[in-house]
């Protein structure tokens, strides 16, 4: 038997039993850690993958919501789960992109402490107000901040969140004094300003989308490039004089670094063809959640390409921890 015939034939055998891997799985539950609370974006959109992927592969797929540290709590976890198949997570801008950065000494690394499988969606940041404070544009949000005599307050959902970074950003291109308030999580951040127990918040257009329909939020702007659907009267940042605040905070299934590729490659695939549905963009629309279609190598690049973007901004903020 001549060495070629040899490789060639262990090359057949370890493609059969990887193609038999990806068939037979999962045999058993898998789970999905979401880094952000019940009710977040990060939450809808890990229910909404769960749901059609237990559905899909006939196992039940447990989301489970590791909070804190602006995601970078169940980012680790997901990085540092066993790559055995059975761990999933929902990773976003926030966790890949902007907590590195944020803080140089993060215990994960976002390109290769992770298998990033498919970019999901992502929703604007949404600008949105009080209603006590009587201010309908962006115009008048400034003329507020001015006449406040104090810094307004807004809410994220914690230090080094997209929601936290976008405000600094927004009040640096407004040219207004604001002073942060970061929550442990979307809801508990969104709750205090529909009460009115800050002034405003920049969490994403997904999440704020339920207080602004209750009449409790108003939004004023989002940071899409063009006009949402659902929101049609709501001026995007961009039209308003302000380019570099177009952004998503874009969400994507990941698993931990050396995750089975036959695995990951059939997730993709069945993910790519489920988001492309019109009906289920036009369900995620709802949300403010845009899908875009990305392979696993475009998406690594992707990940990478942000962290570059948002490295400036962060630091002209002084967002970035000392050592």
Do not use: C
């Amino acid at each position: 038997m001549t060495k070629r015939l040899v490789v060639l034939l262990l090359t057949a055998a370890g493609f059969t039993t990887t193609s038999a891997l990806a068939q037979d799985w999962p045999q058993r539950p898998v789970r999905i850690i979401a880094p952000f609370g019940v009710g977040g974006t990060a939450d809808i959109v890990s229910r909404f993958v769960a749901d059609h992927l237990s559905a899909t592969f006939k196992q039940p797929f447990i989301v489970e919501n590791r909070t804190g540290a602006g995601g970078a709590i169940g980012a680790q976890a997901i990085a540092k789960a066993e790559s055995d198949g059975y761990t999933l997570g929902v990773t976003n801008l926030t966790t890949m992109s902007l907590v590195p950065v944020i803080a140089p000494k993060t215990p994960y690394h976002p390109i290769r402490d992770f298998t990033h499988i498919a970019y999901i969606a992502g929703p604007p940041v949404m600008l949105a107000v009080h209603p006590s404070t009587k201010v309908k544009t962006v115009a008048e949000f400034i003329e507020y901040g001015k006449a406040l005599g104090r810094p307004m307050t807004f809410a994220s959902a914690g230090v080094g969140s997209d929601g936290h970074v976008m405000g600094e950003a927004i009040a640096a291109a407004l040219k207004i004094s604001v002073s942060h308030v970061p929550y442990r999580s979307t809801v508990q951040g969104l709750a205090d300003a529909a009460g009115g127990h800050v002034v405003f918040s920049t969490l994403t257009s997904a999440s704020t989308s339920t207080f602004i329909r209750a009449g409790t939020l108003l939004p004023l702007a989002v940071t899409s490039s063009q006009r949402l659907a659902d929101y049609p009267d709501v001026p995007t940042l961009r039209e308003l004089g302000h380019p570099s605040l177009v952004s998503s905070t874009w969400y994507a299934l990941s698993a931990p670094a050396g995750f089975p590729r036959p695995v990951a490659t059939r997730l993709h695939a069945e993910l790519s063809t489920f988001l492309a549905r019109p009906e289920v963009q036009k369900q995620l629309s709802r949300y403010g959640l845009l899908p875009e279609a990305m392979s696993m190598e475009t998406f690594n690049r992707f990940v990478a390409s942000e962290s570059a973007r948002w490295k400036p901004m962060i630091e002209a903020a002084n967002l970035v921890a000392k050592e």
